[in-house]
């Protein structure tokens, strides 16, 4: 069982930034793939970033890309997404997500993720 912790969500203005986190249990942490998902009111949930079980790959979302920066601390069991210049339309719940099945190419759909945190609410107003 894995339990997921996401936090560092807030209301910032375009332009701002934040720092989320999401705190993993577990004594295996450093062999799953973690990911960020997100989901705005109405919309269906969608991938942002992911990253390797080792940390060498990461995926994003081409809307993000050059804004976002994954990362994951092994020591500590937890996974962090850096969000720069937000905008309005990065306006979402945050989710975290781990995969344990290390698979080669860490996955980018949501249904491949077993275990999720309960979001984070991030708000960037115009």
């Known amino acids: 069982q894995v339990q997921l912790v996401e936090s560092g969500g807030g209301l910032v203005p375009a332009g701002g930034s934040l720092r989320l986190s999401c705190a993993a249990s577990?004594?295996?942490?450093?062999?799953?793939?973690m990911a960020w998902f997100r989901q705005a009111p109405g919309k269906e949930r969608e991938f942002v970033s992911v990253i390797s079980w080792s940390g060498g790959t990461t995926y994003y979302r081409d809307s993000v890309k050059g804004r976002f920066t994954i990362s994951r601390d092994n020591a500590k069991n937890t996974v962090y997404l850096q969000m720069n210049n937000l905008k309005p339309d990065d306006t979402a719940v945050y989710l975290c997500?781990?995969?344990?099945?290390?698979?080669?190419?860490?996955?980018?759909?949501?249904?491949?993720?077993?275990?999720w945190g309960q979001g984070t609410q991030v708000t960037v107003t115009s």
């Open positions: 997500a781990a995969d344990l099945g290390r698979r080669p190419i860490p996955a980018r759909v949501a249904s491949l993720y077993a275990y």
């Open positions: 577990g004594r295996t942490f450093s062999t799953y793939s």
